[in-house]
């Protein structure tokens, strides 16, 4: 039993825009794709072609990392957020002591 190919949104609109210019029968045999499987695409595309070949809540390899990335970038902002703070309280805290010297003697 063979396995089951994934096609980008990309693939599936490229093919779908193909059918304007070649027949099914040619767009179908150079890609290896069943015939209802192209009909199905073109129904989708022509039903509302914006949201078409959204996919299964599975983002495609390169949106996973796209995504992956600005979490680490969001984390990346918080903790220099956070080491700021910690800088300026610590800074603070070298002037109050440098104070509290300067009254004690």
Wanted: some cysteine; aromatic content about 6%.
């Amino acid at each position: 039993m063979g396995s089951r190919r994934i096609f980008t949104r990309e693939f599936k609109h490229s093919v779908v825009q193909q059918l304007a210019i070649r027949s099914a029968v040619e767009i179908c045999r150079e890609h290896d794709i069943h015939p209802n499987m192209l009909i199905r695409w073109k129904k989708e595309y022509e039903q509302n072609p914006e949201e078409a070949f959204k996919g299964h809540g599975k983002l495609c390899h390169e949106s996973s990392k796209i995504a992956r990335y600005e979490r680490l970038i969001g984390q990346l902002y918080a903790e220099i957020d956070l080491l700021k703070k910690n800088i300026e309280i610590q800074s603070q805290l070298k002037v109050e002591e440098s104070r509290r010297r300067q009254l004690t003697k």
